[in-house]
């Protein structure tokens, strides 16, 4: 085997991404508590050199590396830059967070940036190895992120249960795979796609394989019935962690999700077409009704997490170009909201105090009506009320699967997005129109008020003008598929 | 010489930017401020609509003041503004509310003004946006965002059970949009990419789709205008919301519904339109007649008026499905007069709540001895409401029973029963609180109405009767329009 220097410039920013966090991990030895915002400042310059290195290395053509292991193309340019935004954004929100609950480890920063890593091999795998691999350096950090407050016993319950049932999703992804490779000989994500429009093969044992495979996905995604993990992870791990879960990793489930389905097994879509469908109508039935009875934001969040997912997969099932460039707009719509969300929890909470009843919401517009605007607008997003960037989401999606012949799944979607409706205005109402048990300034840190501001008012300027956005989930979709 | 101006967008913008400079004054030490800007906000709103009128080409169906830019293009959603003879009245009647209820919440809101002054002029726009709209997600994007401001309204500053009106007021009224969403997503495959309302008129459309299309459309709007058995979220959303709130409710949001279904359900589902008309006819008549019923046994003054108000908008629904230009015009003038006259009697009824705090007819009596303006007013109100000849309220009634008759005498005789009823229960209403005597000590010591109160009632008197004189120019805005749609709802549109 001979390489080129060549073939790892696609790779550089994963490359520099592992000898920055190296680097990390050994200066941070030598690096006294008081002096831990160096590690602090040295993670968010390594994501910024990996957004720089994406960036410029980006060419817009696909190109494929390491016979065949890795891909970069423009769907894996943009996503890997908008995780890095993602990353970076949660790390701003959580400093304060981490630091006043004995967190501001360097573990904890490099542990950040592993499952970062992670994440970009699988935003970039075109190899069914590959894909396995980022995603278990992903999960393996994990549930040391989740675990990471020793004391805390829900903390440590939810890292249990996230590491049972995370391995049993990787097992039956491993196992699926293993069959898919059975029947087309190939791990390499084009090749079975080509291999399988040439001839299908043993219909039966494929199939076999792609409900293991779905089912897997559908772990990771956190979609019922493969649910149970998400509420208690969310709810058990600290928010800073909840938001590196509910937001970064989506991306990464995403592009996973769209390797496997939409690039390897287009073939089969009138298959998964139908999983999915069941997938989606049960996600957002369990979603939706199941957070009408939470009393904890973090909770209600999580299973509002299983509902949006039902909606991404609406978007997926359309299985054409249009369907995914909906979907990924779906995301990157969720991510920037879910961010926001989390991040409030966060600006809410303080020394010894965890916001995240839903009743510490109460008043919010009497203690501060800023930041009650922007919860505002974040939940109608999540609600999906125009004119917010949820709205367009919910719209691109419905439109996808209105176009693929589903207009019964539209109507599901919109009836549950009614009842979705129900809790998101309940958070509306605390906030609005009651009165404050809890008089306690409000004194966030000068760089997260900015970014929460921005954040917030992004979801209401994307919603009012979201077509640079839509225009480049469709574009990446149409350069990469 | 104003065709240059974006008139349109400007009656959307200009309350959208004076509600954010509103908020911006921030908290309750600039609440005089934000007062100020409130109401210069909404009489420029109001100013800038004015010019519709008198360069308004009454000749054509066609829209006029029309904008176009392309906005959402992976979607073909375009910014596309316009207006005809069915939408431009309720441009300037919604402008013209808005600077009332700024006037009627001066003095009576002292918690969180900005918040609420904003509240209204952003609403404003948005409502005007809902009119103006002519690309049907446009349409739907102001028709849901226009819930946002409301339900804070209602939820915020209302009365003691504010919370479960402004709940049921917002899933009630989503229940509907969302079907309607999914018909808009149905319509643009059908006709080929594209969310021009207009293009939607031409599209040929087999019966079961017309009549699915149809519900979703019908369901939305049934919900807004308010129609029987689907009102019950009015009620307490009236009760419950300030005064202002009440009186947009009433005088405006209401008539979104009505517009929808001359908008939306006639052309785009003529069939369809004509298979269900004697469903809707129906349920029209029964709110006419039971729900006036069920006004007369009120003993709260808001419901009382609430309730009247789904009467009245029966008649409307019943003109317009009808589908003859008496009842039609008739539905207009009808929705345009309810529009003063809801306003007038909200705006009174907030008048004596703000002094005796009880809005129980039981709690009062004998407000003629100390408040015989506001008993004069209040006369005229009563009459119009319960639709006296030589006010607004008799023309359009009148018109849609004159229709009726021509279709079927039982309709004509079930609507004009209205007449009887809606004296019965608006002037036993004036009796009971105006006449009678003093029973109530707080009564005895009120006193009439300041200036600014005589100011708005007055602007709502005048025009209450200028209409019920000479609507004529009302009316002559509408006939081009009017006949173009039910030349388009005579003809099928079946492939």
Known sequence: MNFALSDLMP????????????????????????????????????????????????????????????????????????????????????????????????????????????????????????LYIGLELLSLSLYALVALQRDSAIASEAAMKYFVLGALASGMLLYGMSMVYGTTDSLEIPRIALVLQADIGNRMVLIFGLVFIVAGIAFKLGVAPFHMWLPDVYHGAPTAVTIFIGTATKIAAFAFTIRILAQGLQVLSPDWQQMLAIMAVLSMAVGNIAAIAQTNFKRMLAYSTISHMGFLLLGLLAADTAGYSASMFYVLAYVLTGLGSFGMIMLLSRQGFEADRLEDLKGLNQRNPWYAFMLLLLMFSLAGLPPTIGFYAKLAVLQAVVHAGYTWLAVVAVIFSLIGAFYYLRVVRLMYFEKPADMHPLSPPADMQVLISANGLAVLGLGILPQPLMALCAYAMERSL | MLAGYPLLSLAIWLPICAGILVLATGSERHATLARWIALLGSILAFAVTLPLYPNFDTATANMQFVEFMAWIPTYHINYHLGVDGISMPFVLLNSFTTVLVVIAGWQVIQNKTSQYMAAFLIMSGLINGVFVALDAMLFYVFFEAMLIPLFLVIGIWGGPRRVYAAVKFFLYTLLGSLLMLVAFIYLYFQSGGSFEIIDYYALPLSLPVQILLFVAFFLSFAVKVPMWPVHTWLPDAHVEAPTGGSVVLAAIT??????????????????????????????????????????????????????????????VTLGIFLFNNIGMEGALLQMISHGFISAAMFLSIGVMYDRMHTRQIADYGGLVNKMPVFAAFLMLFSMANAGLPGTSGFVGEFMVILAAIKVNFWYAFAAATTLIFGAAY????????????????????????????FGFLAALAVLTLAMGIYPEPVTKVMHVTVDNLLAHVAQSKLP
Request: charged share 15%; hydrophobic share 50%; glycine share 6%.
């Open chain 2, 426 to 453: 608006t002037l036993w209403m004036y009796k009971r609180v105006i006449f009678g005597e003093i029973t109530n000590p707080e009564v005895a010591r009120l006193k009439d109405i300041n200036p600014r109160e």
């Open chain 1, 11 to 130: 790779l550089l920013p994963e490359v520099f991404l592992l000898a920055a966090v190296c680097g990390i991990l050994i200066l941070d030895l030598f690096l006294g508590q008081d002096q831990r915002y160096i590690t602090y400042i040295l993670t968010l310059a390594t994501l910024a050199g990996c957004g720089w290195l994406t960036f410029s290395t980006a060419t817009g053509e696909t190109v494929y590396t390491m016979h065949g292991m890795f891909v970069d193309d423009l769907l894996s340019d943009s996503l890997k830059l908008i995780l890095y935004f993602t990353v970076a954004i949660s790390l701003v929100y959580s400093r304060e967070y981490i630091r006043v609950r004995g967190m501001f480890q360097g573990e904890f920063f490099t542990l950040t940036l592993f499952a970062t890593l992670g994440m970009m091999v699988m935003i970039s795998a075109n190899h069914f190895l590959t």
């Open chain 2, 254 to 315: 209401l008539k979104i519904g009505a517009y929808g279904f001359m908008r939306f359900n006639l052309p785009i589902t003529p069939d369809a339109s004509h298979y269900m008309t004697g469903f809707i006819v129906t349920i029209s008549l029964i709110a006419v007649v039971y729900i006036s019923l069920v006004a007369l046994v009120q003993s709260d003054m808001k419901k009382l008026i609430a309730y009247s108000s789904i009467s009245h908008m029966g008649f």
